[in-house]
């Protein structure tokens, strides 16, 4: 489509499409939520094939399991502590959903679903409801003075109160806006790159030469956006674990 | 930015799907996969620590073990000390008693060959005077015709004495 008309469009990548034919159409199932059960269905499927040897000895996938198992629950206990065992499933959830979200949209054709603002916030809003709802059973009225730190001067409680509570609003639309913003810019750049391939290759007898340049930036980039993808995956899940510590202990 | 594009009917379903998506899986993972991980994780730390419980108990045994054997090689050793020390001292005791005995034979033998070497010399001693004499007779009777018997006997003994015979 861009190449064939000779411009540049980046953004045509992340228009939401109805898949499944008219079924999917009527009850609003775009390719985004396609691959959200994709996802789903593969974090489920390593977890239960790779369990079900039961090996002491792991195999590869069994290990993969296994390690990805102890890391989250690394993070968790490791942030929040031994208390924080139960919301453990929850963050392994939420890691690896958003991980797999991230790598299943590095390959091609594929739609990376945590590049859409609506879902990257919709993850951070049921985050933010969690820890406010945690915080609020496990401390009642207590969590309002979360607001207003213990020991300062009273007087400056007009600076600190508003101060404190925008920022506690902000957490959602950081970590939203974080993810979301990290797999657009990646996506973007890539398709740009991969624009100048196409668009350079067809400049006569030169243009397969100039071509390698943004070739080889692709292929960088393509390394580099899988670190991103892991790494936006561990932020969003490290940045509950606090947000969950937070809402155990009250700072 | 089709992100952005909020009147999209398509947003507010993928949003829909993606809370029923999400919890499904939190469902799924909470109630059979985690578990399941939990389960194998948990049997091998179990059988991890039995297997190091077992090596410790298997190395005091071993550890027992070498003790008695080092106690019973010690004590081996101060019995067959003590049974040397034991025969070389009986051995001992009988080697003086035999040259003991020995000793106490041979200053026997001694004394009675001294006593016979004694008698010997005296039966020579007396034998001495009288062939002296009866020479001494003899002598005188070829030489001069006659003797005296008397004062033969005294030359005679004064020459002894002289000697130191008598």
Known sequence: MAAETGTIDALSQFQLTPVLGPIGAAVGFSQSNAHMLLAAGLITALIMFGMSARAVVPGRLQSLAESSYEFVQGLVVGQVGEEGKRFFPFVFTLFMFVLFGNMLGLLPYAFTYTSHIAVTFGLAAIVFVLITVVALALHGRKFFGYFFPEGAPLWLAPIIIPVEIVSYLSRPVSLSIRLFANMVAGHVMLKVFATFIVLLGGLGAIGPLVAILPLSVNIALVGFEVLVAFLQAYVFAILTSIYLHDAVHLH | ?166
């Open chain 2, 1 to 166: 930015m089709p992100q952005l594009d909020f009147g999209n009917p398509l947003m507010i379903a993928q949003i829909v799907w993606l809370l029923i998506i999400f919890g499904v899986l939190y469902f799924v993972l909470s109630t059979y996969a985690l578990p399941r991980v939990e389960e194998v994780l948990e049997d091998r730390r179990r059988r991890i620590e039995g297997d190091l419980e077992a090596a410790q108990a298997a190395k005091a045994e071993a550890d027992a073990a070498i003790a008695a054997h080092r106690e019973a090689t010690s004590k081996a050793r101060a019995e067959a000390q003590a049974a040397i020390a034991a025969a070389m001292q009986s051995a001992q005791a009988e080697a003086t008693q035999r040259s003991e005995a020995l000793a106490a034979r041979l200053a026997e033998q001694i004394t009675a060959a001294e006593a016979r070497i004694a008698a010997a010399r005296d039966s020579a001693m007396g034998a001495l005077r009288q062939v002296s004499t009866e020479t001494t007779e003899a002598l005188l009777q070829r030489l001069t015709g006659q003797s005296d018997q008397a004062a033969v006997g005294a030359a005679v003994d004064r020459a002894l004495a002289a000697r130191g015979l008598g």
